[in-house]
């Protein structure tokens, strides 16, 4: 269940709002037409996501975002057009222009789910030295990273090789993953490679062997010093 709270001084806003989180499910909102007890509630429960109105009479919601607590998601709903730059700036996952249809909100929700789905994948992970959490046809799948052979980003998705196993097709970017294995021990070599440096077996500056892979994996030429430095350091 995802707790939200929305905070609009336009009533008929926030029953919209709540009507489609009601369609959607899995969603407990709360709402409120006065920004200062609304944000008070914010700051109170920490819930997973705020929906925060721009123009609110006196009150600006771009104003009360600077101070939202870490780790709540936000969404701005709001009818003026010319702050969407200003609320990306906030790290605000979405920007609702009024008045949105629910296909346009259930977009906006599954950017959110995402999001929240990555950053406990991160938080579960902390405790594990060789594992790593991924999203795997919408469900979590641990692989102990001394597993992979290499990574390969293929169009929309990133295929895993695995030692033992078949490879996996995570629902998530190659950056991301990336993110998620042990510094110092992985490296991107092109831009739909990454590779383990432990399985390195022998190299040139256009390719890398790797033990128990047949063929070569090509290195970008705006990868080859990177990947130079971290080998060396390796080796030291």
């Known amino acids: ?11 008929v806003a926030l029953r ?8 959607i499910g899995d969603l407990e909102i709360q709402t409120y ?12 429960i920490k819930p997973d996501l705020l929906f925060l109105d721009i123009e609110m009479g006196e009150m600006n919601g771009i104003d009360l975002a600077r101070s939202l607590p870490d780790g709540v998601f936000l969404i701005f ?4 057009a010319q702050y969407a730059v200003e609320g990306f700036e906030l790290n605000a996952v979405d920007y609702l222009q009024k008045p949105f249809t629910f296909s346009r909100f259930e977009k906006a929700l599954q950017k959110v789910s995402q999001l929240k789905s990555l950053s406990e994948l991160e938080r579960s ?15 979590h799948v641990t692989v102990n990273w001394n597993d992979i052979l290499y990574l390969e980003a293929m169009d929309n998705y990133v295929r895993i090789y695995l030692y033992s196993s078949k490879p996996l097709l995570p629902q998530m970017s190659l950056k991301t993953i990336l993110s998620l294995l042990p510094a110092g021990k992985f490296v991107r070599v092109h831009k739909s490679y990454v590779i383990p440096l432990s399985r390195i077996a022998r190299y040139t500056r256009s ?10 994996i090509p290195i970008g030429r705006t990868y080859v010093d990177h990947f130079l430095q971290l080998h060396k350091k390796k080796e030291v």
């Open 1 to 11: 269940m995802m707790k939200c709270i929305a905070i609009d001084d336009e009533p």
């Open 16 to 23: 919209i709002l709540s009507e489609y989180c009601r369609r």
């Open 33 to 44: 037409t006065n920004p200062e007890k609304g944000m008070e509630q914010v700051r109170k």
């Open 77 to 80: 709903t709001t009818a003026y």
């Open 125 to 139: 992970q902390t405790s594990r030295k060789d594992e790593i959490d991924l999203m795997v046809e919408y469900k």
């Open 207 to 216: 390719q890398v062997w790797l033990k128990q892979v047949e063929q070569p």
